[in-house]
């Protein structure tokens, strides 16, 4: 026997012993009247209620609820014990249609009035997935709009149907029918007395596992247990990074170390390359003094350009490394981005400094011939203590004693009577 005959046995069985007149006045029914009745029957699109009167009443499928529903099994089951109101009642067709939704919400209007004031969580079942929401029954038609469901964008529904979430009444108008409800405000709530928590456990330098939430163009927001913190775009890696999706993705796991506190405004900054081996300690023994590298150009600044030779290792060109020629600015020879060669001249390691030459990588250009002067002559010592004239041209040198010794020698005695 089924569950429905068997119910349906009980309520005859309780009317018989009664005469036709004492049946038709067991209960006296009218419009508005509100009735406690016993579901009998399910159907797809309506539900059986006995009440004790000549004939069972019918609840329609839009009377079960105040949101839609695609079956009466999604209200009601057999045997449920109801406060309906009557809605219709036409006693020649034996008509008697019934409302679940209509008590509901009578009953529902000042016990969400009262929750309202207070503030209060309530815990509801999506019901249904609208254009710009979701529709939930709170004993009468409630509306979660899409920015109130989540505390992040969310683009697709489709998958909340029938998910209890917790809200709170942001809005309630009796008269227009109307309740709004706030699923992000609870969750907005929870956020931050997690993250006082968690923020109350953290520690300066301390490594945690953590989850990337989301991608800004100035860093990435990480999850480390309830709360958020942002990695800011340059502490993602030792490498210059340009936007955080080239280094991280949405999901994704990574390891990062706190930097900086500040309880009072709530916010946690976090790093991903400090929980790495830094470059540093990753090319100790790889360059040495004297060592040709080619790096990339990455700054250029008054006195010089810094030069990557490793991931996150950069060195630095004086200006007067750049180039055998005068330059007056780093701009005049390079750009940013350009790759070069360069000479390590001095790897210091413990201290992060790498001073580069990219001349000395170079060939110096040959020297220009000095413009021919007037041969005329000049004097210097000798190596005996007298004078030596010297002419600009390489084929003549003379002396002071050689030039006396050849006069004498020549002239002789001629030369005595001048004295």
Sequence with gaps: MSEETKIQDSVQESQQGLSQDELENIVSLKKGDIVTGTIVKVEDNQATVSLGYKYDGTIPLRELSSVQLANANDAVKLGDELTLKVITIDDEKEKLLLSKKAV???????????????????????????????????????????????????EDFKDYKGRTLKVKIKEIDRENNKIILSAKEVL??????????????????QELDGTVQRLTPFGAFVDIGGVDGLVHVSEMSWQHVAHPKDVVSE???????????????????????????????????????????TGTVR?????????????????????????????????????????????????????????????????????????????????????????????????????????????????????????
């Design 104 to 154: 509901d919400a009578e009953k529902s209007w000042d016990s969400l009035q009262a929750k309202f004031e207070a503030g209060e969580v309530l815990e509801v079942t999506v019901a249904d997935v609208v254009k710009g929401g979701l529709v939930a029954d709170v004993g009468v038609r409630g509306f979660i709009p899409a920015s109130m469901v989540e505390r992040h964008f969310v």
């Design 188 to 205: 907005e709530a929870e956020f931050e007395q997690n993250k006082q928590q968690v923020m109350d456990n953290l520690q300066i330098g």
């Design 251 to 293: 999901g994704q796991a990574v390891r990062v170390k706190v930097l900086k506190l500040d309880p009072n405004a709530g916010k946690i900054s976090l790093s991903i390359k400090a929980a790495q081996p830094g470059p540093w300690e990753s090319v100790s023994g790889q360059f040495n003094t004297g060592d040709i590298v």
């Design 299 to 419: 700054r250029l600044v008054n006195f010089g350009a810094f030069v990557e030779i490793a991931p996150g290792v950069e060195g630095l060109v004086h200006v007067s490394q750049i180039a055998h020629r005068h330059v007056a600015t780093p701009q005049e020879a390079l750009q940013e981005g350009q790759e070069v060669k360069a000479k390590i001249l001095d790897f210091n390691p413990a201290e992060k400094r790498v001073s580069l030459s990219i001349k000395e990588t170079e060939e110096a250009p040959e020297q220009q011939a000095a413009a021919p002067r007037a041969e005329r002559p000049q004097r210097e010592r000798s190596d005996r203590g007298g004078f030596k004239e010297k002419i600009d041209n390489p084929n003549v040198s003379l002396s002071n004693q050689s030039m006396s010794f050849n006069l004498g020698e020549r002239f002789g005695d001629k030369l005595n009577k001048f004295k």
